[in-house]
């Protein structure tokens, strides 16, 4: 099976193709695309959700190496917005509030210790 999103003309389309080789397709528009992607992260987290062990400790996620990030002010300077590359070149960003930012900023050093203490090469 294959899913598949490409540009088609001034859209985009959508192609399934099942096991046997039958295809199934629907053409997007720009706005179908980015309302899909919003809902695509929804649906990532409720299907991850299922794989947390009822009880546990710890829960399944979805996580995306990151290995470049951009910060910049939004077009009115309220808030700040973080972009996070993927190695695959893939960008999102987030609109951070200035209360979010310095709480990013507080418990960034916390984590960043907790990684360093955790790591085997900062334990010789």
């Known amino acids: 099976m294959?899913?598949?999103l490409d540009p088609h003309d001034n859209d985009?389309?959508?192609r399934r193709v099942d096991a046997s080789g039958a295809?199934?397709?629907i053409v997007l528009s720009d706005d179908d695309v980015l309302s899909l992607?919003?809902?695509a992260q929804l649906l990532r987290d409720r299907i991850l959700s299922k794989r947390t062990p009822v009880g546990g400790t710890v829960s399944a996620v979805f996580a995306t190496?990151?290995?470049q990030i951009g910060l910049a002010p939004d077009a009115l300077e309220e808030n700040i917005l973080l972009t996070l590359v993927a190695p695959s070149g893939a960008q999102?960003?987030?609109s951070l509030p200035s209360h979010i930012a310095r709480h990013l900023?507080?418990?960034l050093p916390v984590h960043l210790a907790?990684?360093?203490a955790a790591s085997p090469a900062t334990r010789q």
Do not use: C, G, I
């Open 2 to 4: 294959s899913l598949t």
């Open 12 to 14: 985009f389309v959508l």
């Open 23 to 25: 295809s199934a397709e």
């Open 37 to 39: 992607s919003q809902s």
């Open 65 to 67: 190496p990151v290995v």
């Open 92 to 94: 999102v960003t987030f």
């Open 105 to 107: 900023v507080e418990r």
């Open 114 to 116: 907790k990684a360093r």
